[in-house]
């Protein structure tokens, strides 16, 4: 597999730190692969992100945000049968995935149907950041607020 080395970028930019750390750590988290993900955008201010997490149990799942930083992880429980597999294709491994949220987003629930967890984010704008309409006055209409009398 192709790795990328940022250390140039570090050496060319100043102030972009956080920026090239998340290109680095999407890199990494690229590279892994595991387990396969899906993100999809059901609204304009909606998504979903989709997580194959098939053979794992709720209470294996762990969902936490934290400072815009949204990370999943499973961890199975030790299998101590003593099984012997001809051939061993399905992952029992454990997993973290890490995925940087922008400001303003938030998760608003979790589900887990099918062998996906499957989390729907939401981005929710303060009402000081909405966009609002300002009502024009006129000179006839601002003098009479300031308590002149109308001609």
């Known amino acids: 597999m192709r790795t990328i080395d940022f250390s140039p970028l570090y050496r060319s930019v100043v102030g972009f730190d956080r920026l090239a750390s998340l290109l680095e750590t999407a890199s990494a988290d690229a590279a ?6 899906n993100i999809e955008r059901t609204d304009e201010n909606a998504y979903r992100v989709e997580i194959a997490v098939a053979g794992f149990r709720p209470e294996e799942l762990n969902i936490e945000v ?12 030790a299998n101590d049968d003593q099984r012997r597999f001809l051939h061993r294709g399905l992952a029992e491994r454990n997993f973290e995935r890490r995925f940087q949220l922008a400001d303003y987003v938030v998760v608003t629930e979790a589900k887990l149907a099918d062998g996906l967890l499957s989390i729907s984010l939401k981005r929710e704008l303060p009402e ?15 003098n009479l607020i300031e308590g002149e009398k109308a001609a």
């Not at 009502?135 to 601002?142: L, R, V």
């Open 32 to 37: 892994a692969g595991y387990p396969p993900y």
């Open 66 to 77: 934290k400072e815009n930083l949204l990370t999943v992880q499973g961890r199975k429980a």
């Open 128 to 142: 000081a950041l909405k966009p609002r309409t300002i009502a024009i006055s006129t000179a006839t209409e601002a």
